[in-house]
């Protein structure tokens, strides 16, 4: 974890979610959610204004459009694919401005930073480090913890989205969801 100095344009919560995350397979359904903030103060409390949202499901099979890299769906691939959708926001998004990923998850943001060194799900590391990476050459980047469920707004709001696309739910409307509702 770098920290960047001042207030990063862009705030991006990730967060990951698996449906019976033991013994776990490529059939184990496991999905990302991205919540993607301007103004945000950090503290937890909502601050700031909700960009983007986006949630997707943790893609095993090499022959789907999108695969990068996941053999098996868990908590680990999901918040590891959670980093490379905000990293590849960030790239689509263009510009200079600097970016803070925030996560609940050490595990993907050392892995993700390149902290760490990979020891399992190797392919997708390699996948988020290399955008990683790229992002970093066009911008300020870094990442911050956050402790899961602890009612910080965005990190539940991310969580509530991976879990829903999980289920294959939709999510709730920001505007009816609160903190904590799962």
């Not at 990951?16 to 103004?39: H, K, M, R, Y």
């Not at 996560?103 to 996948?127: C, F, I, M, P, Q």
């Not at 990190?155 to 509702?181: I, S, V, Y």
């Amino acid at each position: 974890m770098s920290p960047l100095e001042g207030t990063p344009r862009w705030t991006l919560y990730v967060d990951g979610s698996c449906l019976g995350n033991q013994n776990v397979d490529e059939t184990t359904p496991a999905a990302w959610g991205l919540v993607v903030i301007t103004g945000d103060s950090g503290l937890g409390k909502g601050s700031g204004e909700l960009h983007h949202e986006a949630a997707g499901m943790v893609l095993t099979d090499a022959s789907e459009a999108g695969f990068i890299g996941a053999n098996i769906g868990s908590n680990n691939t999901a918040e590891l694919s959670g980093f490379a959708a905000a990293l590849r926001w960030l790239l689509v998004e263009g510009g200079k401005d600097a970016a803070l990923i925030r996560a609940d998850s050490t595990y993907a943001g050392n892995l993700a930073s390149g902290v760490w060194k990979a020891k399992a799900n190797r392919e997708l590391v390699a996948h988020v480090q290399e955008l990683w990476k790229e992002v970093a050459q066009l911008r300020p980047l870094a990442w911050s913890h956050v402790k899961a469920h602890r009612g910080h707004r965005w990190n539940e709001r991310a969580d509530h989205l991976a879990l829903r696309c999980a289920q294959g739910m939709l999510p709730e409307p920001l505007t009816f969801w609160k903190p904590g509702q799962r």
